[in-house]
């Protein structure tokens, strides 16, 4: 097993600039994009305050918040010296969703929600849609865009060159490819190619563009522990991100600016061992068993000009992908003015009060005359007792080990419990109340053991679809990795309900 990739240390960056003011063009701006795996239980305000502390003005993005708007509480909202923006899902609760905190000193100029401009209801979104109305329907646009996964804030910044340019940052949240659904490996493939056409629409209007969040999608063989190299380039959606990355032809002998750039790879080509996602429910972040998925890809005007560091953040934990931080050699502006997508500007978040009217529900009014029928009165009933119960169950022990040897010596449940021993237990002393609730508890079987290791295993459940889904198996209990590796787990498979499958047996 490689070892896992060190972080790649930064210099020491930040830039300090009143809103409308100037900072210095030979500090840069940090980009920090994580996969959450839902906002409300992450650590993600921890670091929050730890940047404030250190004054390093960075744009943070977070996918997979799993949040709506309704079940937003303020203290996740709304923080100090950061402003927010929020896209969420419209067609299902929980689901999907992405966020983007900006400190004060970098203060987006425009902000928009989706890739389509179709969810824009508003002056001052983002623009430069280029041809997306010819090559997508509105209502393929409209369901791409229904699941809130991608969020553009656009700010200005200031090169070494002490230039103004333009930056666009899309944090985006990519689907799954269901391999059991057409419809869904057609939604993502199609969401990618909106992807790439706003970008790339974005890059003719003369601006940097950054492109970062979780693509669902690793790139090379490197990216992944156990690659399966047959077939490995033949996933559409690999084929969509390795031309994305380089337009179909070698960066050599492209255009200057209209490519993307893997920060990444970009900085550390050969370094293996380096994921951002592992599997919880096999605690495979243990052995480094994973894969990298979390992107930030640079245009490469930006890339040649101000990619200074990309490094993994694989030490801090809250979920199963880990941040990834990106440094720009630029200054940045702040808007003096806080776009309409921010959460601060919110009604529930503004501070003003809100109407009554808005929970009400409308009551028909009733007058003196109308009756509004007798009211029945609940009669309150005592809370049954577990004792009767108890006791009959002991009565029917003692008429069951009276007619037994060890039930007459011992003078039944009065004298002290006896219950029927497994061959080679030694004898129970246990007070009789236990001893029932022993017989009528017995509690779980217990687990076999591995082969492997010897060690008990654990029982988990199918939850993949298909005719298997709900079954319970044993396997072994250490955490997924390499075959290679001895901290990893072994073939250990055992179907509880006695089906037999690859080198494991059934347990019953």
Partial sequence: MEPRAAAVPGPSLGVKAEPGGTPDPGLGLWLWSWNVNGIRGSRFSHKLEENQRHNQPRIICLQETRVSRDSLDEPTAITEGYNSYFSFCKTRSGYSGVATFCQDSATPFAVEEGLSGILSHWTGEV??????????????????????????????????????????????????ADPDRDDRKLYKLRFCQLLQARAEALLQAGGHVVVLGDMNTSHRPIDQSDPMLEGFDDNPCRQWLRGFLVGGVEVGGAAKGSLFVDAFRHLHPGLSGAFTCWRNSTAARKT???????????????????????????????????????????????????????????????????????????????????????????????????????????????????????GREGGGLSGGLVLPQAQGEPQSQEQPQAAIWRLLLPGPPRAPLCRGHQ??????????????RGRQFYTCGRPQGATSDPRSQCRTFLWVSGRVKGEGGSAT
């Fill in 127 to 176: 623009g430069c849609y280029g041809k997306i109305q010819k090559e997508f329907s509105e209502q393929e646009l409209r369901m791409l865009d229904s699941e809130g996964r991608a969020l553009i804030t656009q700010h200005r910044i200031i090169s070494r060159d002490e230039k103004e340019a333009v930056l666009s940052v899309i944090n985006v949240y990519c689907p799954r």
């Fill in 288 to 406: 480094n068993f994973g894969s990298r998925i979390d992107y930030v890809l640079v245009s490469q005007g930006l890339a040649e000009a101000g990619l200074v560091a990309c490094d993994l953040e694989a030490e801090i934990h809250g979920s199963d992908h880990c941040p990834v931080r990106a440094v720009l050699a630029c200054g940045v502006l702040a808007s003096p003015h806080r776009p309409v997508l921010c959460t601060a500007r919110w009604p529930e978040f503004a501070g003003r009060q809100l109407s009554l009217s808005r929970f009400l529900v409308p009551i028909r009014q009733t007058t003196g005359s109308e009756s509004l029928g007798p009211v029945r009165k609940r009669r309150a009933t005592a809370q049954p007792s577990l004792l009767p119960f108890l006791r009959s169950i002991a009565t029917g022990g003692e008429k069951y080990l009276a007619g037994t040897s060890k």
């Fill in 455 to 468: 060690e008990p295993c654990v029982l988990r459940t199918v939850k993949k679809a298909g005719p298997q």
